[in-house]
């Protein structure tokens, strides 16, 4: 499943590489069950579960075609999870793209779900599976999981390796990836979580990385992930840039979220929802 949009002279292609019904209460651990009775509409599947999604965004412009994220990759699935693998490289050639098309894969951030595509294992051999890209993370979230003494499996062979096999560039906060393409530090998920800004031609568009996982965060943006490294900056950082999007009506990204996973924060009797859609046009 994919969607793709146009943010000026851009394309912005949503690539799902796979998606599950998992547990809200696991996810949100400290969310009572009452709570989420007022939003029950916004539920899919058995009303015990939420919908999550892995999307991967790729963007062709100036020339250039870059991957963010690279889903879960082959590897079975998370505990709790039916076990399927990815679909990514099968995606991107759905959209006329091999690996050695990508020339940048820049990470969100390097949670297992994020990396799971990076490298080709042939033994003892490991090579990169965009043999032609740089891979580019903050070099706050490379710092914090590199010196980590433990490691998500996903994390130990998909994205630590990356470094000696020679591809890595780490960034700044406010690093051009492109002319279009602007790294922002949107951290408290994890230390050095970015989004990134799209902008071309007037137009705008904001890929949020893990800011939220399920729409109803939206509207209650204090509730915590269970995997939100630091909790209280993760809810500064969702409120904050949230409020922004939602003032200037920025067409967003939402890689958790269900097809179409693009949408925008909106005002409904009093409190912001998510809004799917790419209709309403891509404000600066």
Known sequence: MRTTVRVGNVEVTAIRDKAHSFDRAWHYPDVPEEAWAPYLDLLENDPGNAMVNFHCFVVRG?????????????????????????????????IGLEPEDIDVVAFTHLHADHVGWNLVYDGEAISPRFGNARYLV?????????????????????????????????FADGHSLTRSITAVATPGHT????????QSGGERLFILGDLIHHPVVATETGWVHRFDADPE????????????????????????????????FERLGGRRIWKPGISGGNGG
């Open 138 to 170: 903050s070099e706050r979230d490379w710092a914090f999981f590199s010196s980590r003494e433990e490691n998500h499996p996903n994390i130990a062979r998909q994205a630590l390796p990356l470094e000696r096999t020679g591809v890595l560039d780490t």
């Open 62 to 94: 100036d020339g250039r075609a870059v991957l963010i994220d690279t889903g879960w990759g082959p590897e079975l699935g998370p505990p709790g999870a039916p076990k399927s693998r990815g679909a990514l490289p099968e995606r991107l050639s759905e």
């Open 191 to 198: 230390p050095g979580h970015t989004s990134f800004v799209v």
């Open 233 to 264: 900056e993760a809810v500064l950082t969702r409120r904050r840039q949230l409020r922004r999007l939602e003032e200037d009506r920025t067409l967003v990204a939402a890689g958790h979220l269900n097809h179409p996973t693009f949408g925008r």
